[in-house]
């Protein structure tokens, strides 16, 4: 017997209820609302007053093409795909913007990391046959002899992280610029290509992560 599902079926009033509670139990409605910021998305505020309306639609969207498969049966869903991407693109000054959905930032963050490591490993075998998975397979032990590293901010979201770790790749960290959390300059960019400490996760954090690493 079953011990942690419910002796008796709820009834769809019943789950209902029971959703409404654990939502009430997240305190959203106590969380600032924005576009971009940590918390509940496109939900109605005086920042973001047509967040319920937005949220709606997408909802709607989802309920259509969950059920279908996108990379064999929905030539509809991935012309969509395409026009969100584009859009995106724009919006950061890339008109040649390529992409998928997924559901969530860090779903998204690991796939840019398989995405940027299937990249490289193309500009490392250009003649080979990309559309034999047995000469791909058979090339992957030699790709794999040379290491792989991602180079981004020290407080990079923790997906990132795990994404290296799944894909074998080394994080190298850059500190922010004294005073700040989110602005990197360049120059430290270039230094951690030159060396970077082996040690660096096990030195103590200069203040509030404020400074390079010398």
């Given at each position: 017997m079953l011990k942690k599902w419910p002796e008796k079926r709820k009834?769809?009033?019943?789950?209902?209820?029971?959703?409404?509670?654990?939502?009430?139990?997240?305190?959203?409605?106590?969380?600032?609302?924005?576009l971009f910021d940590e918390g509940p998305h496109l939900t109605s505020s005086p920042t973001l007053p047509w967040g319920d309306?937005?949220?709606e639609l997408v909802s709607e969207?989802?309920?259509?093409?969950e059920w279908g498969q996108i990379w064999h049966s929905g030539k509809g869903a991935r012309q969509m795909e395409r026009q969100v991407i584009s859009m995106m693109g724009e919006l950061f000054h890339n008109d040649g913007a390529l992409g998928f959905i997924c559901y969530g930032g860090s779903e998204s963050d690991i796939c840019a990391l398989?995405?940027?490591?299937?990249?490289?490993?193309?500009?490392?075998?250009?003649d080979a046959d990309h559309s034999d998975p047995y000469v791909?397979?058979?090339l992957v032990p030699e790709f794999e002899k040379k290491s792989h590293s991602i180079v981004m901010p020290l407080h990079s979201h923790y997906s990132l992280y795990k994404g290296c770790a799944?894909?074998?790749?080394e994080p190298i960290p850059v500190?922010?610029?004294e005073g700040t959390v989110h602005e990197i300059d360049p120059a430290d960019i270039r230094l951690r290509f030159v060396r970077i400490?082996?040690?660096w996760w096990e030195r103590p954090a200069p203040g509030p992560l404020v400074q390079s690493i010398p």
């Open positions: 009834t769809a009033f019943e789950i209902r209820q029971s959703l409404l509670n654990y939502e009430k139990m997240s305190h959203f409605h106590e969380f600032e609302k924005n309306s937005v949220r969207a989802k309920k259509r093409f398989a995405a940027a490591k299937g990249k490289a490993f193309v500009k490392r075998f250009p791909l397979i058979g799944l894909m074998g790749l500190f922010p610029k400490p082996s040690d």
